[in-house]
């Protein structure tokens, strides 16, 4: 099916690659996206791909995966060229792609294991009348194969009965059942725990002894040292670095991002004094039925809460919102009383939410960016509006004022949020609640899918709006990312708080043994 | 190959503009496409048929879609909201009933008429809001239920005969009112030659175009439409706007009504079946009209304003009545493929 060419001479001594690439490029309306891009992806390796937002990784992705049919340059599939015309293709020549998108995996409305045999129910050959045993034996067969202990009545469940985890498993498990060549898995670990995250290596390890090539991609470098065989960093559609075990991880990451910077920040000096209290929590579950916790924030620091999903992270942050109430329990803001039914309640009081998933729960699609930074603040944000009708020139100034304060890389303020890469669209969400100075800020996994260089800059305007006295409140799976950014730290596993710790008790070790002691 | 001169990958300075020639003659044809159609049909009418240039036809073009075109600017609004309102016909139909009963049956003045129409469609509008927001029926279903019981109970409301001044009533009775002077001037009378209900339907453009594109309520209701979670976490009480958009959306419907009532004169129970599907047409239309891919108020005004065109073209032509349907169900589709499958590929 694939057109072939006789394959190129190889010297003996190196095998041929699973799938290769020669002078790759891709270019959108005249901006180069990929320049030339040649990389050897060798059967049962793993190789890491680095690079910031905006480096080009999402579109080498789909080219591999047959979404790009119109790029520059070749793909050899075991030394043949190879026409990656349709993401049909792309399958057919044995490359499976993972996207970083769960939602656009899954069907819902189908079971668990027409989700996972979905790809041979969606061919148009065999059988077209569905055999519900024959279904529950080749899904059982797959899941079986993987690891995955679902029991049957698992797989007759609904697949949207399942959590982010499960579904992220999911997928891999279907992509793996077809025996691919190559699976490319773009950031898999973005919406798991660190145990969740285990397993799904596992999964990848015994890929590649199965002899399966892994292109990998992922902002988490811990993965990669652990994973990966070889490392490669894009930046503005070059390879820029190409690295082989052990890895050098300053040479890495200064590859990465444009000015060199250290590879690990040092841990933020506090502010001053402990700051007063701004938010206090007296008997209130997480969950329903879960044991009561007091909490206190205070104001003038980063609160920082490490949290695995399923930990009560998102129900905290989202229960300080009145997005979701607390079942029980009583809050007091300054003092006051504070019990926001809905989330109008608690931006009225100065407590602001960035949400776990900016595209869901944050950006309205379409918008330019002054009008997704606007909108909470048409009304209480005075000049914005007057007597209802808009200002478009203030709207305008307040665009530019948060592109310029957060170093968003856009062309103005009305560029639409879908021409900004992820690390940017994080940037605008984060940076609308700026624009009235909150008294709470809660960041509910605020570094999730963006580069190490606006991860820096989220966590810099964090805490300067902590040094400006408001209380900060930043919630993550990722030590680090907390570590970096936080002058107290919080552990919380099963809706309860473990550990509470102040700058040099919080420390990484100490943080990851108060996790793994509670599991 | 690492030279500094090397321009492979442009500085933002240096970059290109984002679209080459190809994809902005593209996107000119999704922006303007349909507005060029428009004027070359009408200047195509215009120079072939003398009585199409006269003033008298252009305005009766439209005062004839100003109905259809004020219904759609309140499905437009539930659009916006990301929903849709099936029910403006029959709301329009209960207007032309109420009309009725109100001046034949009970002998009232055109204004308590008017004020008991728009009170009906504004009831209609929360019935909407209740069923789609607070049952959380969605709302293409919940509307068509309305639509079915709004129009049943109008026929209840007039024993299933249409109201005529000077009937019989069903108690052996004559009916004491009539539709006053001043009620049907609504669609009859003229302010400076131009129809009052060309002028009803001009003014209602503005103001909801003001109040959609201006106003913080309209971006809310974009908000909405877009993302709804989005809105609610940005502190949007998302159930009281929806229901506003349909509260809106039934009262414009009323408008329609009163206007239709003007035009028949009596209570035919039959009147606002047609004007749903026209309605609907029309915004669905005004979503292409100006490129933008989604409801908004000009769009909608340009879509009905370009149906009439065509319709009274045609008709002028000497088309039969009966083709009028499929004329219109052709433009419909067309805007929907500029819509949809032209704009698809530019984003793609």
Same mark, same amino acid.
């Given at each position: ?23 790759? &490029? ?14 050897? =992806? ?15 990784? &999402? ?59 979905? $790809? ?30 679902? &029991? ?18 999911? =997928? ?37 002894? /199965? ?12 993965? =990669? ?10 930046? /503005?559609?070059?390879?820029? $670095? ?56 205070? !104001? ?43 989330? !109008?309640?608690? =931006? ?12 869901? /729960? ?30 478009? &020139? ?126 | ?31 303007? *496409? ?57 709301? #329009? ?48 279903? %919940?509307?068509? *239920? ?28 004559? %009916? ?63 159930? #009281? ?8 959306? *039934? ?39 100006? *490129? ?57």
């Amino acid at each position: 099916m694939s057109p072939t060419e006789p394959a190129p001479a190889v010297r003996p001594s190196e095998p041929i690659p699973a799938v290769g690439l020669r002078d790759v &490029s891709m270019a959108f309306g005249g901006k180069t996206v990929l320049a030339s891009v040649s990389l050897d =992806i060798a059967a049962g390796s793993v190789v890491a791909l680095l690079g910031a937002n905006g480096a080009g990784k &999402s579109t080498l992705i789909k080219i591999l995966s047959g979404v790009h049919t119109d790029h520059g340059g070749e793909v050899r599939v075991n030394g043949s060229l190879a026409a990656l015309q349709s993401p049909l293709a792309a399958r057919q020549l044995g490359i499976q792609t993972v996207h970083q998108r769960i939602g656009e995996g899954i069907v819902p409305g189908l079971t668990v294991a027409e989700n996972l045999v979905f $790809e041979e129910l969606a061919q148009a050959r065999g059988n077209p009348f569905l055999n519900g045993r024959r279904l529950l034996a080749r899904a059982r067969e797959i899941q079986s194969a993987l690891d995955l202990n679902w &029991s049957d009545s698992v797989l007759r469940r609904d697949v949207t009965e399942l959590g982010v985890s499960d579904r992220q498993l999911l =997928i891999l498990a279907r992509a793996l059942a077809t025996r691919p060549r190559l699976l490319v898995l773009d950031e898999p670990t973005s919406a798991l725990s660190a145990a969740e995250a285990k397993r799904l290596f596992a999964l990848v390890e015994r890929m590649r002894d /199965d002899g399966i090539a892994v292109l990998y991609v992922s902002h988490r470098l811990g993965e =990669i040292d652990a994973l990966a065989d070889r490392l490669v960093v894009l930046r /503005d559609g070059l390879l820029t $670095e190409d690295q082989a075990r052990p890895f050098d991880w300053d040479s890495a990451l200064r590859a990465m991002l444009a000015q060199a910077q250290e590879a690990t920040a040092a841990r933020p000096q506090r502010a001053g004094d402990q700051g007063e209290i701004a938010l206090s929590l007296r008997g209130v579950p997480l969950f329903d039925g879960h044991p009561p916790q007091d909490l206190d924030i205070r !104001a003038g620091e980063v609160t920082g809460v490490v949290g695995l999903l399923g930990a009560g992270k998102t129900e905290l942050a989202r229960g300080l919102f009145g997005a979701e109430p607390f079942p029980a329990g009583a809050l007091e803001l300054d003092g006051r009383p504070y019990a926001p039914r809905r989330p !109008a309640d608690a =931006i009225r009081s100065g407590v602001h939410l960035v949400p776990e998933d900016r595209h869901a /729960d944050a950006l309205v699609p379409g918008w330019s960016l002054a009008q997704n930074i606007s909108l909470p603040f048409l009304r209480s944000l005075a000049p914005l509006s007057a007597a209802g009708l808009v200002n478009r &020139s203030k709207e305008d100034a307040l665009g530019r004022a948060t592109i310029e304060r957060l170093g968003v890389v856009a062309r103005d303020e009305h560029s639409t949020v879908e021409e900004l890469s992820g690390g940017n669209q994080q940037k605008v969400v984060v940076g609308r609640w700026l624009a009235e100075r909150p008294r709470v800020l809660i960041l509910d996994e605020p570094f999730r899918g963006v580069d190490i260089g606006a991860r820096r800059d989220i966590g810099r305007r964090a805490r300067a709006l902590a040094a400006e006295g408001a209380a900060v409140l930043v919630l993550s799976a990722d030590v680090d990312e907390v570590l970096e950014v936080a002058d107290r730290v919080l552990v919380l596993t099963a809706g309860e708080i473990r550990l509470d710790a102040y700058g040099d008790d919080a420390e990484r070790d100490r943080v990851i043994q108060s996790i793994s002691a509670s599991v | 190959m690492t030279t500094t001169q090397s321009t492979e990958v442009p500085t933002k300075a240096a970059l290109p503009p984002a679209t080459s020639t190809g994809l902005r003659v593209q996107s000119a044809v999704i922006k303007y *496409g349909f507005i060029f159609v428009t004027v070359t049909l009408f200047t195509y009418f215009a120079l072939s048929e003398p009585s199409f240039r006269d003033s008298a036809t252009l305005l009766d073009t439209l005062r004839y879609v100003s109905v259809a075109a004020i219904l759609g600017l309140g499905v437009t609004l539930t659009m916006a909201v990301g929903g849709m309102d099936m029910s403006v016909g029959a709301v #329009a139909g209960l207007g032309v009933t109420v009309a009725a009963k109100t001046m034949v049956t009970y002998n009232q003045v055109g204004v308590v008429a008017i004020l008991a129409v728009v009170a009906a469609g504004a009831l209609a509008g929360l019935l909407n809001a209740l069923l789609i927001v607070v049952l959380k029926i969605p709302d293409m279903l %919940a509307t068509l *239920g309305t639509m079915f019981v709004i129009q049943g109970t109008k026929l209840i409301l007039v024993d299933g005969q249409s109201i005529t001044p000077g009937m019989t009533q069903s108690d052996g009775t004559t %009916a004491p009112g009539k539709f006053t002077d001043g009620f049907l001037r609504i669609d009859r009378g003229t302010v400076l030659g131009v129809p009052v209900s060309v002028l009803i339907f001009g003014a209602l453009t503005v103001v909801a175009w003001v109040f959609l594109a201006r106003t913080r309520w309209g971006r809310v209701l974009y908000a909405i439409g877009a993302n709804p979670e989005a809105s609610r976490l940005a502190g949007i009480r998302v159930g #009281a706007y929806r229901a506003l958009a349909y509260v809106l959306s *039934g009262v414009l419907a009323s408008i329609g009504g009163l206007i239709l009532a003007s035009r028949i004169g009596q209570g035919d129970v039959s009147a606002g079946t047609s004007q749903l599907l026209e309605a609907v047409a029309v915004a669905l239309v005004g979503t292409s009209v100006l *490129g933008r891919g989604r409801p908004n108020v000009w769009g909608t005004a340009l879509g009905a304003v370009l149906i009439g065109i065509i319709t009274t073209g045609l008709t002028i032509k000497g088309l039969p009545y009966y083709t009028q349907d499929v004329v219109e169900g052709a433009v419909l589709i067309l805007a929907l493929v500029f819509s949809f499958t032209l704009s698809k590929r530019r984003t793609a």
